[in-house]
C-alpha cells in the first residue's frame, strides 16, 4: 500500500514536471522570433559577422544599446582592467594615441591612429617613438587632450600599490630598472617625472625606451596607454567613473549590477576616424546567472553578451536549434591546455611528460570542452591561430589532430619506458572547482591516462584562488601538482603578448605565477629578446613560429583545443563583425542599430 | 513580560557578538590555516609585488585577528580611513568595510540591496501565510475530501520543487511566453506597478514553496488542535463554529507557524540567494554570490553580518509575538 | 440500524411516534455508534432514562462504558465540528424540556449549549484555553447567550468566581489558567458553566484530576449550586463514592448499556447486578479497615466492537454459571424492574442475587 501510493505519487511528480517542461520548450519558442529561415526577420545568418562584417549599410544613428553580462568588469578604471572585454568596451569612453583597426578578422589586429595623427615614428635603432595629436580632441568637458594628459595616463601604471590589476607591460618596457615610483609618490611639481616620456608640447609626445621592443606600439594601443587628467584622478575609485575621452561618456554605474553611457557631446566626429558612434545610448545589465541572460538574449531584451565568452550550454543548445541566423562561431584566440609543471616528479622529464601527450584522447578531450563548435579544433600547438607567425593544425608535431587524436597507447607507453616509467606513475591533476567544462576534461584525461598506466588522482581546487593556489610553484611542489589544467588568451596578438608571461624564465613568479611549467630555456629566452629587437613583420613571424616550436619540443604542454565560442548577436544590430583585435569578440565600439527606437 | 524582552534582547546581543567572531574566523583565520594568500588573489594576471603589499596593507591583513576585529567594530561607529600604497580611502560611518575590488564602501551596498530583499521576503511572507494558512485551514476542515488530497498533493509539489525550476518555468510561461510581465526588478522609488510586476514572479516563486510548507504544518497543527478539550469547551459553552475555529482554534495554531516564520524569514533574508539569481533581483542574495564569484571578502562579510543581524531580530520580533499569543511562554 | 448506515445520517429520527415526555430531561434508546477501520463502535447501544429538575443523577462505570459519550450525545457535541471524521451514528430521542434534540437544528441545539445546558470536564487545565484568562473565557461564555456589554459581562465573571469561591475575584478574574491550582481551575470552569444559569448540568468526572480534600469541596459546591439554581445535574463518575452521597438516582453502566438503575439508596444498599457488586468492592471506603484490600472486578471492560454475545458482561462474572442453560453466555437480560424504580439487567433469580448479596458480598465490604 505505502509502496504503491510512493510510486504513484512519484508518476505524479514526474508528470508535473514533464509539463512544466514542455511549458518551457514552447516559451522558449514563441519568446523569441521564428527566424530559423536565416533572414526573416533580419538576423544576418550564421556566422555571417565571423571574420566579415554584417549588414553594415543597415546602420542607423540613434537608439539605445543594450548589452548583458554574466560578469562585471575587473574594473573600468582604463589602467585597472584586465578583462579582454572590458579592453573592447573602454573605446567607448576612452581613446588612445593608437588602438586597434576597426576591422574585422585579421586586420582587426593591427594599429591605427586614433588620438595620434598617424602610428608612430620609430628612430632608426627602433628605441625613440614619436606621435603628434590630433586637433579637435577633447574631453567630457570640453577641454584639449594634451600630451600631458597622455603621459600622466600612462605614467599610473606605475602606480601599481594604489591602481593594481592591470597589464604593465608599459611599466617594463619604459622603466625595467623600476626606477619611477609613479605619479603618486612623483615629487615632481607637474607629477610627469618620468623620464622615458618626453611631451616639449602638449601636441607632441615621445616615448624613449632603454632597449627596443617591437611589440610597443601594440602596447601603447593598450587600454592601459589611455590618457588620465590629473585634476579628474580619483586614485583607486576612477573605475567609477572614468572621465571620458571618446564619444559616451558614464552617466551612472553600479557595480554589479548596471552601466549606462550616454553621449559625450564633447566628442567630435571629425577629431575620431575610428568610432562610429551609432547608438544614442549603451546600458549594460548585470546577471547572476548565465542562464538568465541567455533567456533574454533569446528573448531579444538584450543584444549581446558583453563577456563575449560564448553562451552557456542551455540557452546554447536552444539558440543552435531555433535561432541559428543569430549566431557566430568565431575562435577565441584562447587556447585550452594541461601545463606541466618541472618541479614535480617525474614531470622533470621530457619523455615523461610526452608520454602524457601520446596517451591522452585529444576527441574525447575536445567533446569535453564542448565539441568542435562549441568548444574549438583540437589544439595541435601552443600559438593561438590569430598571433602573426601561428601555423594552426598545419603544425601538429605529435600528430593530435591526425593519427594520435584517439590516443597513441603503444608511443606513450615507449615515452614511459624511455623516461625510466615503464610501468607508469602516479600524479595529480589541479583543477579548478568553479569551471564545469575544466573538470570535465580533467576527467576525460584522467581516464585516458589510465589506459597508459598513469594513475591521476584529481584535486578541485577553490577557482577563484588561482592566483594563490597554482600560482605559487612551491604549493604546487608540495600539493603534487604534476597535471594543471588551464587556458590563456593573447593580451595583444604578437608571441609576447601571448607567451612571454608562460614561457619566459623572467616570468617566474612566487607567487601569481602563470609559467606553470617552469620553462627555463636559454633559447627561448634568447628568442624573445631577439623577437623585441625585430622590427619587421615577417621576421616577428618567424620567431613566433620558432618560439611555439621550440615551447612543444619540451612537451611542457597539452593543448586541448583552439577554443571556439557560440556568440548572440540580436537582429536589431548592424554592422557587427567579429575581431582578431579583441580576440574573436564582436568590435563594440562600432556597432550599430538598424532603427533609433 | 519587560523582564522577558530584556533576556531576549541580552540574549539577542550576545549572539551577535559571537556571529561577529565566528565570521571573523572563517574569513580571516580559514584562509590562513589553509595557506591561501587572500591579498594575491586582488591583484591581476601580472601580480605586481607592490600591488599584492599595499593590499595586504590596506586589509590590514598582517595584524593580529583581534586587532582586524576591533578595527571592524570601530568603523561601524567612527567610520575607518584605510591606507595602503599611495592612496588613502575613508569609509564614514557606519563603515561596515570597504571592498578594494569595486572601490566602494559596504555599507551604501547594504543598504540599497538590503530593500530588495526584504521586500522579497514579506511580500512573499505575507502570500505564503494568507495561501497556506487558508489551505492548510481548509484541508484540516474537510479532512480526506477531495479537496484536502488535492491541496496536499500540490503542497508536495510545492516542497519538492526546487526555486530555481518554478522561478524558471514561472518565468518562462508569464514574462518569455505570455509576454505578461517584464520580470525586472524597478526600485519603488521610480514606479510602484513597475515593482510589482518585477516582484510578483519572485513572491509567487517563494510563496509556492512555502505556503505548501505551511499548508502542511497548519492543517497538521489544526487537526491536532481541534482535538483539544478546550476546543470541546468552547463548543459546550455554545459559541459558533467560525468562532471555535477562528478564534480558539486559529490562537494556537499561530503559534508553530509564527516559529518557523520566523526562522524562514530570517533565512530568507539571508539566503534568497537563488530567487534573487533566478529573477536577477539586486538584493543582498545577489550581492553575497557575485562577491564569492569576485572574491570580494569585505563584501561577504558584511553582508553576512547584516543578515545574521536580520535572522536575529527576526527570532526577536516572533520570540516577542510568541509571548504576546501564548501568555506561558512570558514565564519561561 | 440497516437504514442508519445507509443514510450516514449524523442526527437519527424520532424511533417511532412516542409522546413527548413528562420529565424535564428524557432519554428513550439512545444510541451511538462510531464506525472505524476496525468495526462499529458501539458506544452506546440503547440507553434510556429520565431526570427531573432540581435531581442529580449519577452515572457509574469503567472507562469505556459509555458515559461520556451519553454527555456529549446530550449535549449535541458528536455532530458539532467533527471535521472530516467519519461522523458518529446517533438514533433515539433526546428531549429536553419538550424539545427533541437529536432531530432539531444544529442551530438551535448550539443555543441551547452553553444556556440551558453546560458542562463541566474532567481535566480543567485542559478543558480551558491556555491563551485566554478565566474572566476572558467566562465573559465569552455570558455574551455569547446574553447582549451585555463587556463591562457588564465582566461583572457578571466577577460575580461568579466570587460565588464558587475563589478568592480576591476582581484580581483573579484577569489570571490565566496556568496561574490557578487545580482546585481553582474548576472552580473556575464551574463557574464558567453556571454562568447562564444553565437547567441542566452536565459534569463528567468533575473530581478525578483533583486531590481528595478538593474533591470533596467540589462536590460540595455543585450540591450547593444546586440547590441554589435549582438545575438537574448528572454527575458522570467511575468511582461511586463521587455520587453516593450527591445522587437522588444512580445509573450503572457496562458495555454502553445500563445494567442497573434506581434511587441511590436501593442501587447502594440492594444492589442486584453482579457488575453493581464489583464496583462497590472496588471502592475505597473511609469508615471501613484499610487492611482488607479492595475488591476490583476482575478482566476488563469489553470490546465495543465485537460485545460479548449474551449478558456483556458474562467474561468477567464470577456468577455466569449459575443460571441454568448457559443462558448468560446466549441471551442478553433485558433491564427488569425488580422494585420500585428499581431496575436491573441479569438472569439470576431474584432469590439467588439477594442470597448471593446478602451471604457473600455485603459482608465484606
Known amino acids: 500500500m505505502t509502496t504503491q501510493r510512493t510510486s504513484g505519487r512519484r508518476k505524479r511528480a514526474a508528470a508535473a514536471a514533464a509539463v512544466v517542461a514542455a511549458l518551457l520548450t514552447t516559451a522558449a519558442c514563441g519568446g523569441g522570433d521564428s527566424d530559423d529561415g536565416g533572414s526573416k526577420n533580419g538576423a544576418a545568418g550564421f556566422d555571417a559577422a565571423n571574420n566579415k562584417v554584417a549588414q553594415a549599410s543597415l546602420a542607423k544613428k540613434g537608439g539605445t544599446l543594450k548589452f548583458g553580462g554574466a560578469q562585471d568588469a575587473d574594473s573600468w578604471d582604463t589602467t585597472r582592467g584586465y578583462y579582454g572585454f572590458m579592453w573592447n568596451f573602454s573605446r567607448y569612453y576612452s581613446r588612445q594615441l593608437v588602438t586597434n583597426k576597426t576591422e574585422a578578422g585579421a586586420a582587426g589586429a593591427g594599429v591605427t591612429p586614433d588620438l595620434a595623427t598617424s602610428t608612430a615614428e620609430v628612430s632608426e635603432d627602433g628605441k625613440t617613438y614619436t606621435y603628434k595629436l590630433r586637433d579637435g580632441i577633447t574631453w567630457e568637458d570640453g577641454k584639449p587632450i594634451t600630451s600631458q594628459d597622455v603621459k600622466y595616463g600612462i605614467e599610473r601604471v606605475w602606480a601599481q600599490d594604489v591602481l593594481s590589476g592591470g597589464p604593465t607591460y608599459l611599466k617594463e618596457v619604459l622603466d625595467p630598472k623600476d626606477e619611477y615610483p609613479g605619479p603618486y609618490k612623483d615629487k615632481s611639481k607637474d607629477k610627469l617625472g618620468l623620464k622615458a616620456i618626453e611631451t616639449p608640447d602638449e601636441k607632441t609626445i615621445v616615448f624613449k625606451l632603454p632597449k627596443a621592443n617591437s611589440d610597443f606600439e601594440e602596447m601603447l594601443a593598450l587600454t592601459s596607454a589611455s590618457p588620465v587628467r590629473q585634476d579628474k584622478d580619483t586614485k583607486s575609485k576612477y573605475g567609477l567613473h572614468p572621465f571620458s575621452s571618446g564619444p559616451y561618456k558614464f552617466e551612472s554605474y553600479t557595480p554589479g549590477k548596471d552601466l549606462t553611457l550616454v553621449r559625450n557631446t564633447e566628442w567630435k566626429q571629425a577629431s575620431d576616424p575610428v568610432r562610429k558612434a551609432y547608438p544614442d545610448k549603451i546600458t549594460v545589465e548585470f546577471f547572476s546567472d548565465a542562464n538568465q541572460l541567455d533567456q533574454r538574449l533569446l528573448n531579444g531584451d538584450i543584444d549581446l553578451d558583453i563577456n563575449q565568452t560564448g553562451m552557456s550550454p542551455q540557452g546554447r543548445t536552444t539558440a543552435l536549434k531555433q535561432h541559428k541566423a543569430n549566431l557566430d562561431n568565431p575562435v577565441s584566440g584562447y587556447i585550452r591546455y594541461a601545463v606541466f609543471p618541472q618541479s614535480v616528479k617525474p614531470f622533470d622529464k621530457l619523455e615523461c611528460r610526452k608520454a602524457v601527450i601520446l596517451g591522452a584522447d585529444h576527441v574525447s578531450l575536445q567533446t569535453a570542452r564542448g565539441g568542435p563548435v562549441a568548444g574549438g579544433d583540437i589544439g595541435t600547438n601552443m600559438l593561438p591561430p590569430s598571433v602573426p607567425g601561428a601555423e594552426g593544425q598545419q603544425y601538429d608535431p605529435y600528430k593530435l589532430a591526425g593519427d594520435n587524436k584517439k590516443g597513441n597507447v603503444e608511443e606513450a607507453k615507449a615515452a614511459l619506458k624511455a623516461c625510466g616509467q615503464p610501468n607508469g606513475f602516479k600524479t595529480t591533476i589541479a583543477v579548478r572547482n568553479n569551471k564545469p567544462v575544466e573538470v570535465a576534461t580533467a576527467q576525460s584525461l584522467q581516464a585516458s591516462l589510465k589506459k597508459v598506466g598513469i594513475t591521476a588522482e584529481i584535486d578541485q581546487y577553490d577557482g577563484s584562488q588561482t592566483a594563490g593556489i597554482i600560482g605559487s610553484p612551491e604549493n604546487v611542489k608540495k600539493k603534487n601538482y604534476g597535471i594543471i589544467i588551464m587556458g590563456w588568451g593573447p593580451d595583444f596578438p604578437s608571441v609576447q603578448g601571448y607567451g612571454l608571461p608562460l614561457w619566459s624564465s623572467d616570468y617566474i613568479l612566487e607567487s601569481g605565477n602563470n609559467n606553470y611549467a617552469l620553462i627555463k630555456d636559454k633559447e627561448i629566452d634568447g628568442l624573445f629578446d631577439e623577437y623585441v629587437d625585430t622590427l619587421d613583420d615577417a621576421g616577428k613571424a618567424k620567431i613566433a613560429t620558432e618560439i611555439n616550436h621550440k615551447v612543444m619540443e619540451g612537451a611542457y604542454y597539452l593543448p586541448f583545443v583552439f577554443e571556439k565560442f557560440v556568440n548572440w548577436r540580436s537582429s536589431r544590430l548592424a554592422n557587427v563583425y567579429t575581431t582578431d583585435g579583441y580576440s574573436g569578440m564582436y568590435d563594440f565600439v562600432n556597432l550599430g542599430l538598424k532603427s533609433a527606437k | 513580560m519587560l523582564a522577558y524582552l530584556f533576556r531576549r534582547l541580552f540574549a539577542a546581543a550576545v549572539m551577535l557578538v559571537v556571529i561577529i567572531m565566528v565570521v571573523f574566523g572563517i574569513f580571516f583565520l580559514v584562509p590562513k590555516w589553509a595557506g591561501v594568500d587572500i591579498a594575491s588573489s586582488f591583484v591581476g594576471k601580472q601580480a605586481d609585488p607592490a600591488a599584492v603589499e599595499a593590499v595586504r596593507q590596506k586589509l590590514g591583513l598582517s595584524d593580529p585577528i583581534y586587532s582586524q576585529v576591533w578595527e571592524f567594530f570601530k568603523g561601524i561607529f567612527a567610520g575607518r580611513t584605510y591606507a595602503g600604497g599611495g592612496d588613502v580611502t575613508h569609509c564614514a560611518a557606519p563603515c561596515f568595510g570597504y571592498s578594494f575590488r569595486s572601490e566602494q564602501a559596504i555599507w551604501p551596498v547594504l543598504t540599497d540591496r538590503f530593500p530588495v530583499t526584504l521586500a522579497l521576503a514579506l511580500g512573499a511572507a505575507v502570500l505564503w501565510l494568507v495561501l497556506g494558512m487558508a489551505a492548510g485551514v481548509l484541508s484540516a476542515l474537510k479532512r480526506g475530501s477531495f479537496w484536502d488530497r488535492g491541496a496536499m498533493v500540490v503542497a508536495l509539489a510545492g516542497v519538492s520543487l526546487p526555486v530555481y525550476f518554478t522561478g524558471m518555468a514561472s518565468l518562462a510561461v508569464f514574462a518569455f511566453g505570455l509576454d505578461w510581465l517584464d520580470a525586472r526588478y524597478v526600485p519603488l522609488t521610480d514606479s510602484f506597478t513597475g515593482w510589482f510586476g518585477g516582484l510578483i514572479l519572485p513572491w509567487i516563486t517563494l510563496a509556492f514553496l512555502y505556503a505548501a510548507m505551511y499548508a502542511r504544518i497548519t492543517r497538521a497543527t489544526m487537526l491536532e488542535i481541534l482535538g483539544e478539550d478546550y476546543i470541546r469547551t468552547a463548543r459546550a459553552k455554545g459559541l459558533r463554529e467560525q468562532t471555535v475555529i477562528g478564534k480558539h482554534a486559529m490562537r494556537s495554531t499561530m503559534t508553530p507557524i509564527l516559529t518557523m516564520l520566523g526562522m524562514d524569514l530570517g533565512a530568507l533574508i539571508g539566503g534568497a540567494i537563488l530567487t534573487e539569481t533566478t529573477f536577477n533581483l539586486p538584493g543582498l542574495g545577489q550581492a553575497v554570490l557575485n562577491a564569492i564569484k569576485n572574491q570580494d571578502l569585505p563584501v561577504i562579510l558584511g553582508v553576512t553580518l547584516i543578515t545574521s543581524l536580520a535572522v536575529l531580530i527576526a527570532n526577536l520580533v516572533v520570540d516577542v509575538l510568541y509571548a504576546v499569543i501564548d501568555p506561558r511562554v512570558r514565564l519561561a | ?365
Open chain 3, 1 to 365: 440500524m440497516t437504514d442508519l448506515s445507509k443514510s450516514g445520517a449524523a442526527v437519527g429520527e424520532p424511533t417511532g411516534t412516542s409522546p413527548a415526555p413528562t420529565a424535564f430531561l428524557e432519554v428513550r434508546d439512545l444510541k451511538v455508534h462510531f464506525p472505524t477501520d476496525d468495526g462499529l463502535v458501539k458506544s452506546v447501544d440503547g440507553l434510556t432514562f429520565q431526570l427531573e429538575k432540581g435531581k442529580t443523577l449519577g452515572i457509574v462505570g469503567e472507562s469505556g462504558s459509555g458515559k461520556s459519550v451519553t454527555s456529549l450525545g446530550i449535549m449535541g457535541l458528536h455532530t458539532a465540528g467533527q471535521y472530516g471524521k467519519r461522523k458518529a451514528q446517533i438514533s433515539g430521542e433526546i428531549w429536553l424540556d419538550g424539545t427533541e434534540l437529536l432531530s432539531a437544528d444544529p442551530e438551535e441545539v448550539r443555543k441551547l449549549r452553553g444556556r440551558q445546558m453546560a458542562m463541566i470536564f474532567q481535566d480543567p487545565l485542559s478543558a480551558l484555553h491556555p491563551y485566554y484568562t478565566i474572566g476572558q473565557q467566562i465573559v465569552e461564555a455570558y455574551r455569547i447567550h446574553h447582549p451585555v456589554d463587556k463591562k457588564t459581562a465582566r461583572r457578571r465573571a466577577v460575580e461568579m468566581l466570587d460565588r464558587v469561591g475563589i478568592p480576591q475575584p476582581d484580581k483573579r478574574v484577569d489570571s490565566y489558567p496556568h496561574e490557578f491550582s487545580g482546585g481553582m481551575r474548576q472552580r473556575a470552569m464551574i463557574a464558567m458553566s453556571l454562568v447562564n444559569n444553565p437547567e441542566l448540568l452536565i459534569a463528567d468526572e468533575p473530581t478525578t484530576a483533583l486531590d481528595v480534600t478538593v474533591q470533596a469541596q467540589i462536590l460540595d459546591l455543585i450540591r450547593d449550586l444546586q440547590k441554589e439554581f435549582g438545575s438537574a445535574v448528572i454527575v458522570i463518575t467511575h468511582d461511586l463514592g463521587v455520587v453516593a452521597e450527591l445522587a437522588d438516582d444512580l445509573l450503572v453502566m457496562y458495555g454502553g448499556r445500563c445494567i442497573e438503575r434506581g434511587p441511590a439508596e436501593k442501587v447502594f444498599y440492594e444492589p442486584r447486578h453482579p457488575y453493581t457488586w464489583g464496583l462497590l468492592g472496588s471502592m475505597p471506603r473511609l469508615d471501613r479497615d484499610q487492611q482488607e484490600r479492595l475488591i476490583p472486578v476482575k478482566g476488563s471492560p469489553p470490546s465495543l466492537i465485537n460485545i460479548p454475545s449474551g449478558c456483556a458482561f458474562n467474561p468477567r462474572c464470577p456468577y455466569a454459571d449459575v443460571p441454568k442453560d448457559n443462558v448468560t453466555r446466549t441471551v442478553r437480560p433485558e433491564l427488569t424492574e425488580i422494585g420500585s424504580k428499581h431496575w436491573a439487567a441479569c438472569h439470576m433469580t431474584q432469590e439467588q442475587r439477594e442470597r448471593i448479596w446478602t451471604e457473600e458480598i455485603a459482608p465484606k465490604l
